[in-house]
């Protein structure tokens, strides 16, 4: 197993994202200060990426689609996407 952090600083709030890299897949663990409505999209993107191979492009689509109803204030999905792919680039060079 191969872990990685990556931490992005957005509008307004903190991002930081852990990638555990098992053989060929993933596991994402999100924390920081950012404000995400409701709060159990973390939760959801979490485990929507649970296992899912590790590719940039995969991993991009499954955060849009999960984030696509959140409503968020001072970050985008864009920068959970950034933050997610930089932990990723940690483990996966």
Request: glycine share 6%; proline share 3%; hydrophobic share 40%.
């Amino acid at each position: 197993m191969k872990i990685g952090i990556y931490e992005y600083k957005a509008k307004k709030g903190l991002i930081r994202a852990t990638v555990s890299l098992f053989d060929d897949s993933i596991e994402v663990k999100i924390t920081g200060d950012f404000l995400i409505f409701p709060e159990d999209m973390v939760w959801e993107l979490e485990n929507s990426l649970r296992g899912v191979k590790p590719e940039e492009e995969l991993i991009s689509r499954k955060v849009e689609e999960v984030l696509s109803n959140a409503t968020m204030i001072g970050c985008t999905v864009d920068d959970f996407k950034k933050t997610i792919i930089g932990a990723l680039r940690e483990v996966v060079p």
